[in-house]
């Protein structure tokens, strides 16, 4: 302290302290947006020229468009999701007669619809590294998905959070509106891994 009195900058930190926090700590880390998480995306795209790459960036272009939809919105609401219970627990054994109160009122979980929400989806962080290490998440394409089950009527992204891997069944996705209502029930309905 003697020290900043020597030049009288223990004064103006007194009087001014959101102007010398620069000084003494480090820049807060910016927040997490659109463009920064659709700059994370690193789509392992088909051979240039083929019909594959065409509906491949087709699908990346509505990615942009989703991200954009949830910056602009005020409030996106998903899909709810029921809370697994294991009713078992509240239920005395042991007992002849029933608890008063054996069924539990059921409850519901809503996703964070936001761009740092789909975010912590994907790589299981919703903000900017601290250490300021490089994300990066692998796109992959599902063009065979029809191929494998031919009757069947709807696919969902595969998310590898550790990994930081995504496959996006492009069958599927074909259109910015197919995207979003696709991606966001995934989203909505892939938060929890709880027990059934």
């Not at 820049?27 to 994370?40: H, M, Q, W």
């Not at 999701?81 to 109160?101: K, L, R």
Request: glycine content about 6%; hydrophobic content about 35%.
């Amino acid at each position: 302290m003697r020290g900043l009195e020597l030049y009288g900058l223990a004064e103006i930190i007194k009087h001014k302290p959101n102007s010398c926090k620069p000084l003494f700590v480090k820049e807060s880390i910016k927040g997490v947006d659109a463009n920064y998480v659709f700059f994370l995306m690193k789509p392992n795209f088909s051979l240039e020229g083929s019909s594959r790459k065409d509906i491949e960036e087709s699908v990346m272009d509505s990615f942009r468009d989703f991200f954009i939809f949830l910056e602009d919105q005020e409030k996106v609401t998903g899909y709810a999701e029921a809370v697994s219970w294991n009713y078992e627990e509240n239920c005395d054994v042991g007992s002849e007669t029933a608890p008063e109160n054996t069924t539990p009122a059921e409850e519901f979980n809503t996703a964070d619809v936001s761009v740092p929400g789909v975010l912590r989806w994907l790589t299981s962080q919703s903000h900017r590294p601290m250490d300021g290490d490089p994300l990066t998440i692998c796109v992959n394409f599902d063009h065979e998905c029809f191929n494998r089950n031919p009757k069947h009527t709807i696919c969902f992204p595969c998310v590898a959070a550790c990994g930081r891997d995504l496959t996006l069944p492009v069958c599927h996705m074909g259109d910015t509106e197919a995207f979003r209502k696709t991606f966001l029930l995934a989203y909505c309905k892939g938060q929890a891994f709880s027990r059934p």
